[in-house]
């Protein structure tokens, strides 16, 4: 038998912390595994985004550009890097390559569960907010997830409740192949403040700076 060759090195370490568990959730919501098993490809519109992506693995990636079909002038900004080990480890936790419409669970330690749904979030989420014209006084905000998997937002709407024992709402669409998870309110103010639990997590600023002016309008803080 011939000698085998070294063992492959990665770029990243697996392991899991409050970094880590915000990386998976960006790769989740906007992140690809493509089919050759060894590159991992990590795509947004939001520079700030790949800034974050980068610095929650701890590794420096080459940035490209790619054409924005509905904004010309606005390219998307694409992350790629190889690394067979964390290829590996992405798969065996729960993703796979063309995962949009098929990922479900996701193997993530409780401990960080909140870092990977902020990660989630700021890939997929959003808040809107308004007064209600039928009640005086009445203002409506809501935490919201998307996801073209049905499987994934039913998961995600169950590892909530398990934690902070709140419902939300689940819609799931047959049309769009949109689906969406829900919450309002006090559940909403719940929930923002599990995956906000210090100012020094990392998150994306201008979600986050929304979601204090919308909580700021009820008197409320993160």
């Not at 290829?87 to 993703?95: H, P, R, S, T, V």
């Not at 193997?107 to 989630?120: A, E, N, V």
Request: aromatic share 14%; glycine share 8%.
């Amino acid at each position: 038998m011939g000698k085998r060759g070294p063992k492959p090195k990665g770029k990243v370490k697996i392991k899991w912390s409050p970094k880590f568990a915000y990386a998976i959730g960006l790769l989740v919501s906007d992140g690809n595994l493509s089919p050759d098993g060894r590159h991992i490809v990590f795509v947004s519109k939001d520079y700030e985004m790949i800034e974050l992506f980068q610095e929650s693995l701890g590794i420096d990636i080459h940035i490209g550009k790619k054409a924005n079909g509905t904004l010309p002038g606005k390219p998307y900004f694409v992350a790629q890097f190889s690394d067979v080990l964390f290829y590996k480890f992405l798969m065996d936790i729960g993703l796979m390559p063309n995962k949009s419409k098929v990922i479900g669970d996701v193997k993530i330690p409780d401990s960080y569960f909140f870092d990977f749904l902020r990660g989630t979030f700021d890939g997929d989420g959003s808040t809107y907010s308004y007064f209600d014209p039928r009640w005086r006084s009445s203002y409506m905000f809501y935490t919201c997830f998307i996801s073209a998997s049905p499987d994934h937002i039913t998961w995600l709407r169950k590892e909530i409740r398990k934690r902070i024992h709140i419902n939300g709402h689940v819609h799931i669409s047959n049309k769009r192949s949109l689906n969406q998870l829900k919450y309002a309110k006090a559940d909403s103010l719940k929930l923002l403040r599990a995956m906000y639990y210090s100012r020094h997590v990392l998150s994306l600023t201008r979600k986050r700076l929304k979601i204090v002016k919308m909580l700021a309008t009820v008197g409320e803080k993160l």
